[in-house]
């Protein structure tokens, strides 16, 4: 096991699991299918496996992309009699003919559920249930559970994208034919001798959503979702590509004879020592300099104030949405950072619009504690601190590799509270600065060595403390997607949304990420700091929505 991995099982708390989930919802028709007619009953028609994904689907995907042997640590679970190492269950080659046995454990793990009634809501209680509650590491590490339904239904594909899905079907674009479709699916009428007919005797179009839940031992969430992008129909060309890049950037070093290219890495490797070196000061010195200037966490006052009232409620408050293109993201940064001869990131941008609803949020909470509190102070902070997840490969796993704990942070202040008064030309004056803050702050952090510091220092705390020295050290305290559409078996991965575990002492977790040409959030939080994370969600978007038309760019509208 990875000192990470050993790191995320003493740190963990019983109200702080470290189990990231996240869930892939697809759709569409499976290859090599044939059409499949019989009785136009709607039973037969949902029970139609052309356009359902099973767990027979994905035991089938998983072995053809020889999964076990990319990543055996799929197959691992924690020994029961050193919890430092893991025990492999198996140790078979593909054409061994003890290989069904994989697909037999792979029973352990996965299973099917069923389907979401209640839009949003069933599908929101479960990925809370599965954030929160354990996994028995001796026995498995990770679990799978598939279902399907009428496309839409449970709220993993978004309302747009159903549209644009249903669409393609009626213009026959898609593998999934049914004709007449309109704004809702066919009605269907009582037929004689039958339960219930289909006037359209077409197949209903489905989704598919697959909720994935794991154990920080295994794996980060980031090199989870890397390492199953091996069981997509392009896993060879998303190989090629990583491959491509990696020749390219070894080509680099290659250039002229060989003493100079010796003298140019002897060069680069002395540079990159003092980096580390003056880096880790300054990163040390950094983190020094927050502890001294942050009092007190802003969301503690919130969290004593639901104790003293009684509302103090365990559970995490989860949405999830798709943000807006990344085109158009793209084109904010560049004409926001042009006008003020910065570099922004769209990265930078999402976290600033997040700052915006966290400050938003304590406010709400001010105002409801005000008739308690009497105006003691006010709560909502002029600088809050940010924690920003890195991880050491981009996002990838690189060949090779099979996954693992590759991943750091820094914490970097960002612009609290600010004045939204303004008016007539510099009504925009305010979402922009504190967009250029983040970007300087930001900058500052990425420059320095601070997530491989945190990463290293968390393998120290792992091997080398006590677990109560390890949880106590830490109480008080992004990666790039697939740039096009992938799919499993056939079927299209419409959606993609990752939930981060909260750590101790951090109450809001949100992921930014881009799939498909589109970038998506997700936020993760205790009920006692968001009550409501679609509001939350909304305000981000508010904020993004303010940001652009500060720039002066129109609504993106895809080609």
Not at 372 to 388: E, F, G, P, S
Not at 412 to 428: I, K, L, N, R
Request: charged share 25%; hydrophobic share 35%; aromatic share 8%.
């Amino acid at each position: 096991m990875t000192s990470i991995g050993r790191f995320s099982m003493v740190s963990e708390t019983g109200d702080n699991k470290s189990i990231p989930t996240f869930f892939l919802a697809l759709s569409g028709s499976k290859k090599n299918n044939e059409d499949q007619t019989g009785p136009s009953s709607v039973y037969a028609s949902i029970s139609n496996s052309q356009n359902k994904f099973t767990v027979e689907d994905f035991e089938t995907a998983w072995l053809d992309k020889d999964m076990p042997n990319r990543h055996p640590r799929f197959h691992s679970t924690v020994s029961s009699h050193d919890d430092r190492y893991f025990e492999e269950v198996h140790h078979i080659k593909p054409d061994d003919e003890d290989y069904p046995k994989i697909k037999a454990e792979l029973d352990r793990h996965l299973s099917e559920t069923m389907h979401f009634s209640v839009y949003r809501d069933d599908l929101r209680y479960r990925l809370e249930h599965m954030l929160t509650s354990p996994i028995e590491v001796q026995d498995k590490l990770w679990e799978v559970k598939i279902s399907n339904g009428p496309l839409g239904s449970s709220g993993a594909i978004s309302k747009a994208k159903t549209e644009a899905i249903l669409q393609d079907i009626k213009s026959g674009n898609t593998m999934v034919q049914a004709k007449s479709i309109g704004d809702e699916f066919q009605r269907r009428k009582y037929g004689p001798g039958r339960v219930w007919s289909d006037t359209s005797r077409k197949v209903i179009p489905m989704e598919s959503l697959l909720l994935f839940r794991s154990h920080h031992a295994l794996a980060d969430g980031a090199s989870l979702m890397a390492a199953l992008l091996d069981l997509s129909d392009e896993a060879e060309e998303i190989r090629a590509e990583i491959g491509k890049a990696l020749r390219k950037w070894r080509r680099k070093g290659k250039k002229g004879n060989f003493f100079h290219r010796i003298f140019q890495r002897l060069v680069r490797y002395f540079k990159m020592c003092i980096w580390f070196t003056l880096g880790t000061a300054k990163a040390f010195m950094y983190q020094t300099y927050l502890q001294i200037t942050t009092r007190r966490n802003p969301f503690d006052a919130v969290r004593d104030h639901a104790e003293e009232l009684g509302l103090l409620t365990s559970g995490r408050s989860i949405s999830w949405c798709d943000a807006a293109p990344l085109e158009e993201a793209k084109q904010i940064c560049q004409a926001i950072g042009k006008s003020n001869g910065v570099n922004i990131t769209v990265n930078d941008l999402f976290v600033s619009c997040i700052t915006a609803a966290i400050v938003r949020q304590l406010k709400e909470h001010q105002e409801m504690m005000t008739p308690m509190t009497a105006h003691k102070h006010n709560q909502v902070a002029r600088q809050i601190n940010v924690v920003i997840p890195v991880h050491l490969r981009g996002g990838v796993v690189l060949p090779g590799e099979s996954v693992g704990n590759r991943i750091g942070a820094f914490v970097t202040q960002c612009p609290g509270e600010m004045d939204y008064s303004h008016v007539g030309e510099e009504a925009f004056e305010c979402p922009t600065k504190r967009l250029l803050e983040v970007n300087k702050s930001l900058t500052y952090s990425k420059s320095s060595p601070a997530p491989l510091v945190s990463h290293y220092f968390a393998k120290f705390c792992s091997d080398y403390l006590p677990e109560s020295v390890t949880k106590s050290l830490f109480k008080s305290a992004n990666a790039n997607g697939f740039h096009k559409k992938i799919h499993i078996n056939g079927m299209a991965v419409e959606s993609a949304h990752g939930f981060l575990p909260l750590p101790p002492g951090i109450p809001v977790g949100v992921v930014v990420q881009s799939y498909a040409g589109g970038m998506s959030l997700s936020v993760t939080a205790e009920k006692w700091a968001v009550p409501n994370a679609d509001s939350f969600l909304i305000w981000v978007m508010e904020e993004y929505i303010r940001l652009r038309d500060s720039a002066g760019i129109q609504v993106y509208q895809n080609p």
